[in-house]
């Protein structure tokens, strides 16, 4: 067997069993997937309604709010599934052929593959039942998706090889990221607020992947802080750090 099939029939082997891991045997894991993000969309909406609050941007609510809700859970749910690969599949790295990267790499695959169906299930729903509209820029769309995607692998890249040497890290990243929802944008248009408040806001990477999102669903939208350089430096800085972390700490991590 070549190395490339033999590295083809491990990573479909992992996906499996992350699959499985995530979704149970019955398809109410998958509806549960859709179900989670679709019920907080659906809160925020009843909330501002109710308050009579206007959209913060273009006409529905459940469209501006799912554009920040989506990527934020997307990022924190990858993330956070990286951070513990090592430690839940420990038994499975003693084998020779199963290595650290293949462990992150299945299951990015997996949460990246949920998620971009998750997408497109309820930003369909939001197009037929509330009168969305198609992404005006679809290629930026994809864009932030992948962007997404590239920060939270960094990030729970980083984050795996200091909890695999440091077992509280798992509390404090929790404290760390819990201001999240209030500190990207989700249920305000960043650009809006006052110029102090941005320069602060805008260290954090995850507000620049809601606003590139928002970029490429609304035809105008025109953000004075998205910063699409900064973003992607952020990803290369993490991205080198974990997985130099991961290289020089693996026998550690053996033992």
Do not use: C
Request: no cysteine; glycine share 6%; charged share 15%.
């Amino acid at each position: 067997m070549t190395l490339l099939r033999l590295q083809i029939h491990v990573m479909g082997a992992l996906v499996l069993r992350e699959t499985r891991a995530a979704f149970g045997a019955s398809h109410i894991g998958y509806l549960w997937a859709v179900i989670v993000p679709s019920t907080s969309i659906a809160v925020l909406v009843s909330v501002f309604t109710f308050a009579g609050r206007n959209p913060p941007y273009g006409s529905s609510f459940a469209l501006f709010f799912a554009t920040g809700v989506l990527t934020l859970q997307f990022f924190s749910k990858l993330s956070s599934s990286l951070m513990v690969a090592f430690e839940a599949n420990k038994a499975l790295l003693s084998y020779p052929p199963i290595k650290e990267l293949d462990v992150l790499s299945a299951r990015a695959m997996l949460v990246t593959a949920t998620y971009a169906v998750i997408f497109m299930v309820v930003f369909w729903g939001i197009m037929v039942w509330d009168g969305g509209d198609m992404p005006a820029h679809p290629g930026r769309t994809m864009g932030a998706f992948v962007a997404t995607a590239l920060l939270a692998t960094a990030f729970g890249v980083v984050n795996a090889v200091i909890l695999s040497m440091w077992d509280s890290w798992r509390h404090i990243e929790r404290i760390l990221t819990s201001p999240l929802f209030f500190l990207s944008g989700i249920f305000y248009v960043p650009s809006l607020l006052p110029t102090a408040l941005i320069e602060y806001l805008s260290w954090n990477p995850i507000l620049h992947a809601v606003e590139w999102m928002r970029d490429g669903f609304y035809p105008n939208y025109d953000s004075t802080v998205l910063d699409r350089a900064y973003l992607m430096k952020t990803i290369l800085l993490l991205m080198v750090a974990g997985l130099t972390g991961e290289r020089l700490f693996r026998k550690r991590r053996a033992v």
